[in-house]
Every structure is written in C-alpha cells, then in structure tokens.
C-alpha cells in the first residue's frame, strides 16, 4: 500500500494505476492520444454567462434521447432562448424544429451538438458560417479537427461535456446523481434504502 492510500480506501488519492478502479461504473478511461485541451472551469462558465441563445444540433423527440433530456431542462430551467435542429422533425416539446443551422431565425450564440463522430466538423463549419460564437460537443463526442476548425475561426470550443450538467453545477442546481432536487440544504441527503 502506498503512503498516500488509507488502508480499505484505493481510491483516497489514486496513482495512475489505480484510476481506472476509481472510475464511476460504466465510464471508460479516457481514450489515449487527446491533445487538444479544452477550457477549463472559470472559462465554461463565462461561456455559459455570456450565452443568450442556444442552438441544439441534433435535437430529438425520443424521451430517451440525451437530446431531448437537454433540450427539456434548457426549455424549462434556463433563460436561453433554445432552438432545435433537426432536419428530420417539425416540431419537439413544442417548439419549432429548423432543419439546419442556417435556417434559424438568429445567429445562436452557442451551438450544442449531438451528431456523429464524422459529422462534427461540417456542423463546426456550419456554426463557423451563421455567426455562432461557441461550438460545444456533447458528453462523448470528441473531435480534434472540428475544434481546430472552430477555434481557428473564434469560436470558443468545449467537447465531452454536458451544458445541462455544466449549467446546473454552475447555477447550484446539481446533486449527486445529476439531477435538481428541489432541496436547498448544505447537508447531504440520506438515500433510501
């Protein structure tokens, strides 16, 4: 046992080899050869501040969807004005749906994606040419070429992370297992059993 381990506790300050079993269940390590590096904590949140508009590329109306989980919580606990894209759908949670970036109403101010892998640079190209000032990729997605392109162009550019988790840890509304509860108290909440 190491002198920065407690004994029965692996994970009280963890050496390299021994992240992957402090890991949450069914998190991957981070995959190797990552050399982009992203912004950090304070700079999230001025992103987030200075948002006024949020474009969400990729919005679907599957419940089951990150997409629409997104979408629903930007709708209903932010004071964004939140558009959905989607060529494919008319009309999620009530609102209306564009079929692409250029077909909005306003150049948005932060574009959140939820595409594939090899479409991530085309919808960085697409934020590039309506004005948008950030480009954020959802929890997964991960695109060097697209953030090259996004950066080169001035947009501010966030990848792997969620705007509904970042949001609500930012604004206090986040809990243990993700999730507002309503509950403003500085002790932690006895689980059921």
């Not at 982009?36 to 089951?64: D, Y």
């Not at 709708?75 to 060529?87: H, K, R």
């Not at 306003?106 to 934020?127: I, K, S």
């Amino acid at each position: 046992m190491s002198d920065t381990t407690v004994a029965g506790d692996s994970c009280a300050v963890p050496t390299p080899q021994d992240a992957a079993a402090c890991a949450l269940p069914g998190t991957a390590p981070e995959p190797t050869g990552r050399t982009w590096v992203g912004p950090g904590q304070q700079e999230r949140f001025a992103i987030l501040r200075r948002t006024k508009s949020i474009a969400i590329v990729g919005a679907s109306n599957n419940p089951a969807r990150a997409s629409y989980f997104v979408a629903t919580y930007l709708l209903s606990s932010t004071p964004y004005d939140v558009y959905l894209v989607n060529p494919r759908e008319k009309e999620i949670l009530g609102q209306p749906v564009y079929a692409s970036l250029a077909d909005l109403p306003v150049a948005p101010d932060l574009v959140d994606v939820f595409r594939r892998h090899e479409d991530l640079p085309g919808v960085a190209q697409e934020a590039i040419d309506v004005g948008a000032k950030a480009l954020w990729l959802q929890l997964g997605s991960w695109n060097e070429d697209a953030a090259e392109l996004a950066q080169s162009a001035g947009l501010s550019v966030v990848m792997d992370r969620c705007v509904k988790i970042e949001h609500a840890r930012f604004h206090g509304g986040l809990h243990l297992a993700g999730f507002d509860t309503g509950v403003i108290s500085s002790r932690r909440q006895l689980l059921a059993r």
